[in-house]
């Protein structure tokens, strides 16, 4: 059984003005992201949002919403990452080599220089009295109804999901695939409404309808 909400418009509607008011005073309406352009297009991450982060292969999109968790996280939220690309161990690893600006190639050989180990070591301490960092891989299912128990197993403030292009349409049973993609992204949509905390996805554009080697809508 699907339940809906409504609202009632004559009750309480100064809100809508001390929302204006938060708008025009520069005040985000959400979570900042800890990109100032990000922010400005979305005014802060926002329960039962879906914010898609596209580009092609191989761009970075990893990173930035990598980095958003971090900036969430140090904001005193509760971040799930959920990689459908790496292992928590890999995951683990770039987060620490991001957070404490160490060499990641570096961390992963053993071969941190000393001022490099002194940070590490500052920000394995930061993370003892810190708010819970979720990191969760493919081993738990590619699917969306896996993705819901995970979500609710650990109560995050944001979810965020990366490499959407990797999970399988449970009504398809397909990956990758145009009708694929959209049942799955029409699925997380329903998933941050159900849940109510913002949702932050990563995906790739299709190479072969990028024009010139750049983006366009057609390849989005």
């Given at each position: 059984?699907?339940?809906?909400?409504?609202?009632?418009?004559?009750?309480?509607?100064?809100?809508?003005?001390?929302?204006?008011?938060?708008?025009?005073?520069?005040?985000?309406?959400?979570?900042?992201?800890?990109?100032?352009?990000?922010?400005?297009?979305?005014?802060?991450?926002?329960?039962?949002?879906?914010i898609t982060v596209i580009a092609p292969p191989k761009t970075g999109k990893s990173q930035i919403i990598l980095r958003?968790?971090?900036?969430?996280?140090?904001?005193?939220?509760?971040?799930?990452?959920?990689?459908?690309?790496m292992t928590n161990h890999e995951q683990a690893q770039r987060y620490l080599s991001m957070t404490s600006h160490i060499?990641?190639?570096?961390?992963?050989?053993?071969?941190?220089?000393?001022?490099?180990?002194?940070?590490?070591?500052?920000?394995?301490?930061?993370?003892?009295?810190?708010?819970?960092?979720?990191?969760?891989?493919?081993?738990?299912?590619?699917?969306?109804?896996?993705?819901?128990?995970?979500?609710?197993?650990?109560?995050?403030?944001?979810?965020?999901?990366?490499?959407?292009?990797?999970?399988?349409?449970?009504?398809?049973?397909?990956?990758?695939?145009?009708?694929?993609?959209?049942?799955?992204?029409?699925?997380?949509?329903?998933?941050?409404?159900?849940?109510?905390?913002?949702?932050?996805?990563?995906?790739?554009?299709?190479?072969?309808?990028?024009?010139?080697?750049?983006?366009?809508?057609?390849?989005?």
């Amino acid at each position: 059984v699907i339940g809906t909400t409504h609202v009632d418009l004559s009750k309480d509607p100064d809100k809508f003005w001390e929302e204006y008011e938060n708008v025009q005073g520069s005040k985000l309406l959400g979570v900042p992201t800890g990109f100032a352009k990000i922010d400005e297009a979305t005014s802060g991450l926002q329960g039962g949002q879906l914010i898609t982060v596209i580009a092609p292969p191989k761009t970075g999109k990893s990173q930035i919403i990598l980095r958003m968790a971090a900036n969430v996280h140090e904001a005193g939220l509760v971040p799930m990452f959920q990689s459908f690309e790496m292992t928590n161990h890999e995951q683990a690893q770039r987060y620490l080599s991001m957070t404490s600006h160490i060499s990641n190639a570096n961390l992963r050989r053993g071969k941190l220089r000393v001022d490099e180990e002194d940070r590490l070591i500052a920000q394995l301490e930061k993370l003892k009295t810190s708010k819970p960092f979720h990191l969760v891989d493919a081993v738990n299912g590619l699917t969306i109804d896996a993705l819901l128990a995970k979500a609710e197993q650990l109560n995050p403030d944001i979810l965020f999901v990366d490499g959407v292009y990797l999970m399988m349409d449970q009504v398809t049973g397909e990956a990758n695939t145009p009708q694929a993609l959209t049942n799955i992204t029409r699925g997380l949509k329903r998933l941050a409404q159900k849940l109510n905390i913002p949702i932050v996805i990563s995906t790739q554009t299709l190479l072969w309808k990028m024009r010139g080697g750049k983006v366009s809508a057609d390849s989005i």
